[in-house]
Protein backbone atom coordinates (compact mmCIF):
# COMPACT_ATOMS: atom_id res chain seq x y z
CA UNK A 1 0.00 0.00 0.00
CA UNK A 2 2.75 2.08 1.27
CA UNK A 3 4.65 1.53 -1.82
CA UNK A 4 1.50 2.80 -4.55
CA UNK A 5 1.01 5.92 -2.42
CA UNK A 6 4.61 6.53 -3.07
CA UNK A 7 3.96 5.53 -6.86
CA UNK A 8 1.54 7.96 -7.09
CA UNK A 9 2.85 10.76 -5.52
CA UNK A 10 6.12 10.59 -7.92
CA UNK A 11 3.80 10.92 -10.56
CA UNK A 12 1.99 14.29 -10.00
CA UNK A 13 4.77 16.32 -10.83
CA UNK A 14 5.06 14.79 -14.35
CA UNK A 15 1.36 15.18 -15.21
CA UNK A 16 1.68 18.84 -14.01
CA UNK A 17 4.98 19.68 -16.22
CA UNK A 18 3.01 17.96 -19.24
CA UNK A 19 0.00 20.01 -19.01
CA UNK A 20 1.87 23.44 -18.04
CA UNK A 21 2.75 24.33 -21.67
CA UNK A 22 -0.91 24.14 -22.76
CA UNK A 23 -2.09 25.61 -19.86
CA UNK A 24 -0.13 28.32 -20.03
CA UNK A 25 -0.83 28.71 -24.01
CA UNK A 26 -4.24 28.93 -23.16
CA UNK A 27 -3.98 31.43 -20.56
CA UNK A 28 -1.87 33.17 -23.43
CA UNK A 29 -4.27 32.98 -25.95
CA UNK A 30 -6.94 33.95 -23.47
CA UNK A 31 -6.30 36.96 -21.87
CA UNK A 32 -4.94 39.31 -24.75
CA UNK A 33 -8.29 38.22 -26.13
CA UNK A 34 -10.41 39.53 -23.37
CA UNK A 35 -9.12 42.51 -22.82
CA UNK A 36 -8.80 43.44 -26.31
CA UNK A 37 -12.27 43.32 -26.34
CA UNK A 38 -12.85 44.94 -23.24
CA UNK A 39 -10.69 47.98 -24.20
CA UNK A 40 -12.15 48.24 -27.83
CA UNK A 41 -15.28 49.33 -26.43
CA UNK A 42 -13.96 51.38 -24.17
CA UNK A 43 -15.75 55.18 -24.59
CA UNK A 44 -13.76 57.55 -26.05
CA UNK A 45 -11.85 60.30 -24.74
CA UNK A 46 -13.34 62.90 -25.77
CA UNK A 47 -17.29 60.71 -24.44
CA UNK A 48 -15.12 60.73 -20.95
CA UNK A 49 -14.48 64.26 -20.92
CA UNK A 50 -17.96 65.04 -21.65
CA UNK A 51 -18.98 62.87 -18.74
CA UNK A 52 -16.33 64.20 -16.05
CA UNK A 53 -17.90 68.03 -17.28
CA UNK A 54 -21.59 66.43 -16.75
CA UNK A 55 -20.88 65.82 -13.12
CA UNK A 56 -18.81 68.30 -12.10
CA UNK A 57 -20.47 71.54 -13.65
CA UNK A 58 -23.94 73.03 -12.91
CA UNK A 59 -26.42 71.47 -15.26
CA UNK A 60 -27.91 75.32 -16.46
CA UNK A 61 -24.51 75.60 -18.06
CA UNK A 62 -25.26 72.24 -20.02
CA UNK A 63 -26.42 72.56 -23.39
CA UNK A 64 -26.47 69.28 -25.84
CA UNK A 65 -26.10 70.77 -29.06
CA UNK A 66 -27.18 67.92 -32.07
CA UNK A 67 -25.62 67.66 -35.47
CA UNK A 68 -24.62 65.25 -38.37
CA UNK A 69 -27.23 62.74 -36.07
CA UNK A 70 -25.23 62.87 -32.92
CA UNK A 71 -25.00 64.71 -29.79
CA UNK A 72 -22.06 66.73 -27.87
CA UNK A 73 -21.80 68.48 -24.87
CA UNK A 74 -21.88 72.83 -25.15
CA UNK A 75 -21.11 74.62 -21.67
CA UNK A 76 -23.15 78.86 -22.07
CA UNK A 77 -22.69 81.36 -19.63
CA UNK A 78 -25.43 84.18 -20.08
CA UNK A 79 -23.69 87.92 -20.04
CA UNK A 80 -23.47 88.91 -16.68
CA UNK A 81 -25.58 92.22 -17.39
CA UNK A 82 -29.15 93.33 -18.77
CA UNK A 83 -28.33 93.54 -22.98
CA UNK A 84 -25.49 91.28 -24.05
CA UNK A 85 -23.08 92.99 -25.72
CA UNK A 86 -22.32 89.59 -28.22
CA UNK A 87 -21.95 85.84 -28.08
CA UNK A 88 -18.63 84.47 -28.52
CA UNK A 89 -18.34 80.90 -29.15
CA UNK A 90 -14.79 79.41 -27.88
CA UNK A 91 -13.80 76.15 -29.67
CA UNK A 92 -11.28 73.91 -28.12
CA UNK A 93 -8.59 71.96 -29.79
CA UNK A 94 -7.87 68.44 -30.62
CA UNK A 95 -8.07 66.09 -27.29
CA UNK A 96 -9.30 68.86 -24.91
CA UNK A 97 -12.60 69.82 -23.61
CA UNK A 98 -15.17 72.66 -23.42
CA UNK A 99 -13.64 73.82 -19.91
CA UNK A 100 -9.97 73.46 -20.76
CA UNK A 101 -7.59 75.47 -18.60
CA UNK A 102 -5.69 77.30 -20.87
CA UNK A 103 -7.86 80.02 -22.88
CA UNK A 104 -11.31 78.08 -22.79
CA UNK A 105 -12.24 77.97 -19.52
CA UNK A 106 -10.74 81.01 -18.30
CA UNK A 107 -12.13 83.09 -21.48
CA UNK A 108 -15.82 81.62 -21.26
CA UNK A 109 -16.42 82.95 -17.21
CA UNK A 110 -14.17 86.07 -17.72
CA UNK A 111 -15.94 87.22 -21.04
CA UNK A 112 -19.88 86.49 -19.56
CA UNK A 113 -18.42 88.51 -16.73
CA UNK A 114 -17.41 91.15 -18.90
CA UNK A 115 -21.10 90.59 -20.73
CA UNK A 116 -20.68 88.36 -23.43
CA UNK A 117 -22.99 85.59 -23.99
CA UNK A 118 -20.14 82.70 -24.16
CA UNK A 119 -20.91 79.02 -25.51
CA UNK A 120 -17.57 76.61 -25.48
CA UNK A 121 -17.33 73.25 -27.25
CA UNK A 122 -14.68 70.50 -28.23
CA UNK A 123 -13.89 69.12 -31.31
CA UNK A 124 -15.62 65.62 -32.43
CA UNK A 125 -13.76 62.47 -32.24
CA UNK A 126 -10.80 62.69 -35.28
CA UNK A 127 -10.04 59.58 -37.27
CA UNK A 128 -6.97 57.90 -36.05
CA UNK A 129 -4.33 56.55 -37.56
CA UNK A 130 -3.02 52.73 -36.98
CA UNK A 131 -0.82 53.74 -33.65
CA UNK A 132 -2.14 56.34 -31.93
CA UNK A 133 -0.66 59.26 -30.90
CA UNK A 134 0.41 60.60 -27.38
CA UNK A 135 -3.42 62.49 -26.15
CA UNK A 136 -2.80 65.92 -25.10
CA UNK A 137 -2.27 67.18 -21.15
CA UNK A 138 -5.58 66.52 -19.60
CA UNK A 139 -7.58 68.95 -17.10
CA UNK A 140 -6.80 67.89 -13.05
CA UNK A 141 -10.28 69.23 -12.86
CA UNK A 142 -11.36 65.93 -14.72
CA UNK A 143 -8.59 63.08 -14.52
CA UNK A 144 -11.25 61.09 -13.62
CA UNK A 145 -12.05 61.26 -17.22
CA UNK A 146 -8.23 60.95 -18.29
CA UNK A 147 -7.75 58.00 -15.56
CA UNK A 148 -10.84 55.68 -17.18
CA UNK A 149 -9.33 56.89 -20.66
CA UNK A 150 -5.92 55.18 -20.08
CA UNK A 151 -7.44 51.71 -20.69
CA UNK A 152 -7.51 52.67 -24.24
CA UNK A 153 -5.52 50.57 -26.86
CA UNK A 154 -2.72 51.88 -28.77
CA UNK A 155 -3.74 49.94 -31.99
CA UNK A 156 -8.27 49.40 -31.90
CA UNK A 157 -7.95 47.42 -35.18
CA UNK A 158 -5.36 44.99 -33.62
CA UNK A 159 -8.15 44.47 -30.81
CA UNK A 160 -10.84 43.56 -32.69
CA UNK A 161 -9.06 41.02 -34.90
CA UNK A 162 -8.18 39.21 -31.91
CA UNK A 163 -11.65 38.13 -31.65
CA UNK A 164 -12.49 35.75 -34.18
CA UNK A 165 -15.50 34.39 -32.85
CA UNK A 166 -17.26 37.43 -32.50
CA UNK A 167 -17.92 40.76 -35.17
CA UNK A 168 -15.57 43.60 -35.08
CA UNK A 169 -16.73 46.58 -32.48
CA UNK A 170 -15.07 49.59 -33.87
CA UNK A 171 -14.39 52.69 -32.21
CA UNK A 172 -15.93 56.03 -32.68
CA UNK A 173 -12.68 56.94 -34.03
CA UNK A 174 -12.21 54.14 -36.65
CA UNK A 175 -15.77 54.26 -37.85
CA UNK A 176 -15.34 57.78 -39.26
CA UNK A 177 -13.59 58.76 -42.23
CA UNK A 178 -11.65 61.98 -42.85
CA UNK A 179 -14.78 63.31 -44.86
CA UNK A 180 -16.97 62.23 -42.55
CA UNK A 181 -15.26 64.03 -39.65
CA UNK A 182 -14.77 67.44 -42.06
CA UNK A 183 -18.68 67.31 -41.88
CA UNK A 184 -18.61 66.43 -38.28
CA UNK A 185 -16.94 69.46 -37.64
CA UNK A 186 -18.29 71.98 -39.94
CA UNK A 187 -22.20 71.24 -39.05
CA UNK A 188 -21.03 70.72 -35.18
CA UNK A 189 -19.42 74.53 -34.81
CA UNK A 190 -22.54 76.05 -37.47
CA UNK A 191 -24.93 74.44 -34.79
CA UNK A 192 -22.75 76.31 -31.69
CA UNK A 193 -23.23 79.53 -32.84
CA UNK A 194 -26.69 79.22 -34.36
CA UNK A 195 -27.43 78.64 -30.26
CA UNK A 196 -26.09 81.74 -29.45
CA UNK A 197 -27.58 83.26 -32.80
CA UNK A 198 -30.73 82.23 -31.00
CA UNK A 199 -30.16 84.41 -28.13
CA UNK A 200 -30.22 87.28 -30.12
CA UNK A 201 -26.44 87.80 -30.10
CA UNK A 202 -26.02 90.04 -33.27
CA UNK A 203 -22.39 89.96 -33.13
CA UNK A 204 -20.79 86.54 -32.81
CA UNK A 205 -16.88 86.36 -32.75
CA UNK A 206 -15.10 82.85 -32.79
CA UNK A 207 -12.16 82.11 -30.36
CA UNK A 208 -10.31 79.15 -30.98
CA UNK A 209 -7.10 76.75 -30.36
CA UNK A 210 -4.75 74.74 -32.35
CA UNK A 211 -6.53 72.76 -35.21
CA UNK A 212 -9.67 74.29 -34.19
CA UNK A 213 -9.54 77.41 -36.21
CA UNK A 214 -8.98 75.57 -39.19
CA UNK A 215 -12.23 73.86 -39.16
CA UNK A 216 -13.72 77.54 -37.61
CA UNK A 217 -12.48 78.92 -40.71
CA UNK A 218 -14.26 76.07 -42.81
CA UNK A 219 -17.24 76.16 -41.24
CA UNK A 220 -17.65 80.37 -41.83
CA UNK A 221 -16.28 80.43 -45.19
CA UNK A 222 -19.04 79.89 -47.96
CA UNK A 223 -20.59 77.68 -49.38
CA UNK A 224 -20.18 76.26 -46.28
CA UNK A 225 -21.95 79.30 -43.61
CA UNK A 226 -24.77 80.98 -44.60
CA UNK A 227 -24.30 83.13 -41.78
CA UNK A 228 -20.99 83.15 -40.51
CA UNK A 229 -19.52 85.00 -37.60
CA UNK A 230 -18.09 88.37 -37.33
CA UNK A 231 -15.03 87.93 -36.10
CA UNK A 232 -12.34 85.08 -35.28
CA UNK A 233 -9.82 84.93 -33.26
CA UNK A 234 -7.06 81.93 -33.57
CA UNK A 235 -5.00 81.11 -30.76
CA UNK A 236 -1.55 79.09 -32.06
CA UNK A 237 -3.77 77.49 -35.19
CA UNK A 238 -2.33 74.44 -36.92
CA UNK A 239 -3.25 73.29 -40.24
CA UNK A 240 -5.81 70.21 -40.29
CA UNK A 241 -3.24 68.12 -43.17
CA UNK A 242 -5.52 65.99 -43.97
CA UNK A 243 -5.78 64.80 -47.95
CA UNK A 244 -8.53 66.96 -50.05
CA UNK A 245 -9.06 69.37 -47.80
CA UNK A 246 -7.65 72.94 -48.44
CA UNK A 247 -4.83 74.36 -46.26
CA UNK A 248 -5.29 76.76 -43.46
CA UNK A 249 -3.53 79.39 -45.79
CA UNK A 250 -6.37 79.21 -48.59
CA UNK A 251 -9.07 79.29 -46.06
CA UNK A 252 -6.89 83.04 -44.94
CA UNK A 253 -6.44 84.20 -47.99
CA UNK A 254 -10.33 83.93 -48.30
CA UNK A 255 -11.76 85.15 -45.03
CA UNK A 256 -11.78 89.26 -44.90
CA UNK A 257 -13.66 89.83 -41.61
CA UNK A 258 -11.70 90.77 -38.47
CA UNK A 259 -9.32 87.97 -37.67
CA UNK A 260 -6.92 88.48 -34.75
CA UNK A 261 -4.13 85.74 -34.80
CA UNK A 262 -1.87 84.77 -31.36
CA UNK A 263 1.42 83.08 -32.29
CA UNK A 264 4.84 81.83 -30.81
CA UNK A 265 6.89 83.39 -33.12
CA UNK A 266 10.14 82.86 -31.45
CA UNK A 267 10.14 79.33 -32.96
CA UNK A 268 11.40 78.83 -36.68
CA UNK A 269 8.06 77.61 -37.23
CA UNK A 270 6.06 80.06 -35.40
CA UNK A 271 8.19 82.41 -37.24
CA UNK A 272 7.40 80.81 -40.64
CA UNK A 273 3.70 80.77 -39.75
CA UNK A 274 3.64 84.47 -38.84
CA UNK A 275 5.81 85.66 -42.02
CA UNK A 276 3.24 83.73 -44.67
CA UNK A 277 0.23 84.87 -42.92
CA UNK A 278 1.50 88.49 -42.65
CA UNK A 279 2.63 88.15 -46.31
CA UNK A 280 -1.10 86.97 -46.92
CA UNK A 281 -2.96 89.74 -45.27
CA UNK A 282 -1.09 92.12 -47.16
CA UNK A 283 -1.24 90.49 -50.71
CA UNK A 284 -4.94 89.87 -50.11
CA UNK A 285 -5.58 93.46 -48.50
CA UNK A 286 -7.06 92.35 -45.72
CA UNK A 287 -7.02 95.43 -43.31
CA UNK A 288 -8.87 93.88 -40.27
CA UNK A 289 -6.01 91.00 -39.71
CA UNK A 290 -4.06 91.56 -36.93
CA UNK A 291 -1.05 89.42 -35.43
CA UNK A 292 -0.46 89.45 -32.14
CA UNK A 293 2.73 87.53 -30.61
CA UNK A 294 2.70 85.96 -27.61
CA UNK A 295 5.85 84.75 -26.77
CA UNK A 296 6.63 87.33 -24.38
CA UNK A 297 4.10 85.99 -21.61
CA UNK A 298 5.24 83.52 -19.49
CA UNK A 299 3.44 80.36 -17.96
CA UNK A 300 1.70 81.67 -15.14
CA UNK A 301 -1.74 83.08 -14.00
CA UNK A 302 -0.81 86.74 -14.50
CA UNK A 303 -0.10 86.20 -18.15
CA UNK A 304 -2.63 83.97 -18.41
CA UNK A 305 -4.22 87.20 -17.22
CA UNK A 306 -2.85 89.68 -19.08
CA UNK A 307 -4.07 87.92 -21.92
CA UNK A 308 -7.48 87.56 -21.01
CA UNK A 309 -7.37 91.73 -20.18
CA UNK A 310 -6.07 92.03 -24.32
CA UNK A 311 -8.77 89.79 -25.61
CA UNK A 312 -11.55 91.71 -24.11
CA UNK A 313 -10.62 94.79 -25.18
CA UNK A 314 -10.25 93.65 -28.43
CA UNK A 315 -13.57 92.89 -28.89
CA UNK A 316 -14.67 95.87 -27.11
CA UNK A 317 -12.86 97.83 -29.97
CA UNK A 318 -14.29 95.34 -32.55
CA UNK A 319 -17.76 96.15 -30.98
CA UNK A 320 -17.02 99.90 -31.08
CA UNK A 321 -15.58 99.85 -34.82
CA UNK A 322 -18.93 97.93 -36.11
CA UNK A 323 -21.24 100.38 -34.16
CA UNK A 324 -19.66 103.47 -35.70
CA UNK A 325 -19.76 101.64 -39.31
CA UNK A 326 -23.27 100.79 -39.04
CA UNK A 327 -24.09 104.55 -37.83
CA UNK A 328 -22.04 106.29 -40.82
CA UNK A 329 -23.94 104.13 -42.87
CA UNK A 330 -27.35 105.21 -41.43
CA UNK A 331 -26.56 108.89 -41.84
CA UNK A 332 -28.73 110.40 -44.50
CA UNK A 333 -26.60 111.62 -47.60
CA UNK A 334 -25.92 115.34 -47.98
CA UNK A 335 -27.31 117.16 -50.85
CA UNK A 336 -25.39 119.20 -52.75
Not at 243 to 260: A, T, V
Request: proline share 10%.
Amino acid sequence: MRALLLLIALSLPLCSQAQTPETEEAAADATPTAQAGKRAESPSRNALYQQALERRLPTEEQRQLDFHGESQLGLYLPAARPEALGGVLLIAGPGEHADWPELIGPARRRLSDAGWNTLSISLPDAPLPASVAEPATPNPDVDTADKEGSDEPEDPQLAADNQPDQPPVPTTAQAITTTDYATRCMQLIQAAWQVLAAEKNEHITLITRAEAGYWALRAASPPASQQPPHAIVLFKPRDAAIEGQPSLNLLLEKWDKPLLELLAASSPQGAIQAREHQRIARRMGHSLYQQWDIDYLPDSVLADDMLQKRLQGWLERRLLNQASEVGASAEPAVAP
